[in-house]
């Protein structure tokens, strides 16, 4: 360790090598899965900051005078979600909208970086999927005029969670995308054109290489039309007369079958025989 003081204010730097074996722990528990990697720590030795200009010692001093003494800054990162934690839980939250074509492909999610190296072994791929759809958004009243099984496959990977079992893991959504076009009754607003995908999730050790989360689509070249229809009052009153028609022969039949039961048994105790 060595002290770096600047405009009153000290600052402690230490060096880990992270590929030498008695280190190996003391890395893993620090979540430390890049070289090199430089973290700030503000007096916890769980919660920092991922230093990221210069690797100079005239940008490390600058920054100790800018920033070693600003506790409140430090607080305001960490409630604007910018300050990593290494604990459970630590990990990246991505939004984003992707341009595809319509045609097969993928796309991955993965670290990299230029100024980097990655263990691929300690690269964990779990994640949440809280939402995933593809054409324009609905809103929440769009979505409540479509039926049930077609509002769930608008976003069927909505608030799954996919756990990477074992080191290295790969884990891959296979995601069958299919036109749906829902027509209104009646005609009197237009057609809700949305997409309805089914997917399917596996996960397997990749090697080497590093670890990804991997989205692969397939869109169907067919569409799928739902039309809502209402029955007409001619319609309504054909299965009326249907049912009450049914009701009427079953009726009819179950009298017969009394009568005739109970005229046997009339009969039979007419002529004195023993039932």
């Known amino acids: 360790a060595a002290n770096v003081a600047t405009a009153g204010h000290n600052a402690v730097l230490g060096k880990a090598d992270c590929t030498q074996p008695a280190l190996a722990e003391f890395c893993r528990h620090q979540h430390i899965h890049a070289f090199p990697t430089i973290r700030v720590y503000r007096g916890s030795p769980i919660s920092h900051e991922s230093y990221v200009g210069d690797r100079t010692h005239e940008a490390l001093e600058r920054f100790v005078a800018d920033n070693a003494h600003a506790h409140a800054a430090a607080d305001d990162a960490a409630a604007a ?5 290494g604990a459970v839980g630590e990990g990246c939250v991505v939004r984003g909208v992707v341009l595809v074509n319509r045609v097969p492909g ?16 300690k690269l964990n791929m779990t994640h949440a999927v809280g939402h995933m759809t593809f054409g324009r958004t609905l809103s929440p009243a769009m ?17 799954t969670l996919h756990v990477a079992t074992g080191h290295n893991t790969t884990l891959e959504h296979y995601l069958k995308v299919v036109h749906t076009t829902y027509r209104l009754r009646g005609g009197r607003r237009k057609d809700l054109d949305t997409y309805q995908y089914t997917a399917n999730s596996n996960n397997y050790e990749d090697g080497q290489s590093l670890p990804t989360a991997v989205f692969s689509y397939d869109l169907s070249p067919m569409q799928v039309l739902v039309r809502e229809e209402s029955a007409s009052f001619a319609s309504f009153l054909t299965q009326l007369c249907a049912i009450i028609g049914g009701v ?6 179950l009298d017969g079958l009394v009568y005739h039961t109970s005229a046997n048994l009339r009969r039979k105790i007419e002529l004195g025989k023993s039932i």
């Open 248 to 253: 009427f022969t079953v009726t009819g039949l």
């Open 106 to 121: 993928n796309f991955h999610i993965s670290a990299h970086s230029k100024s980097h190296s990655f263990q691929p072994g």
């Open 81 to 85: 979600g910018d300050v990593e934690v």
């Open 143 to 159: 979505l409540r005029m479509l039926p049930d099984d077609v509002a769930y496959a608008h976003n069927a990977l909505a608030n």
